[in-house]
């Protein structure tokens, strides 16, 4: 028997290490998307009477026709949904498994940085007549 004991110990300390680091990785997410794209992200944040800890709640991601939302709840974990947008309008929303919503995630982003660039220097080259 202190086998089982120890090996459900040592279950539940790798549940709670990936847990923190999930945690981690969503506060480094919003971080991030909020220092580089703060017109396009909304991140919000929950916090407790007498507590510091200020754990972020949602992250909301609108790239053209597409809206990505993280929500973060204590007990459920990261669930994560891609929406599509029609004139400002979210029409339809899915729920997706994290992996996929950051890989297109990135992919939107990609698209959008590249976009502006293209759009910055064909400005550049009218203001400047080259």
């Given amino acids: 028997m202190p086998t089982d004991g120890f ?17 981690t990785f969503v ?10 794209l703060p017109e396009l992200v909304t991140v919000t944040r929950h916090f407790t009477l007498f507590s510091k800890d200020r754990r972020v709640h949602t992250i909301s991601v609108r790239l053209g026709n597409a809206d990505y939302e993280l929500v973060q709840e204590k007990g459920r974990g990261i669930q994560t949904k891609k929406g599509k947008v029609v004139r400002g309008v979210r029409l339809k929303s899915d729920e997706i498994p994290f992996s996929e919503w950051l890989a297109e995630l990135s992919k939107d982003l990609e698209a959008h940085a590249q976009m502006h660039e293209e759009t910055r220097e064909t400005m550049e080259h009218f203001l400047l007549g080259e």
């Fill in 27 to 36: 506060e480094a997410l919003a971080v991030r998307l909020e220092q580089a």
């Fill in 7 to 23: 090996s459900f110990d040592l279950s539940a300390a790798q549940w709670r290490r990936s847990v923190q680091d999930e945690h």
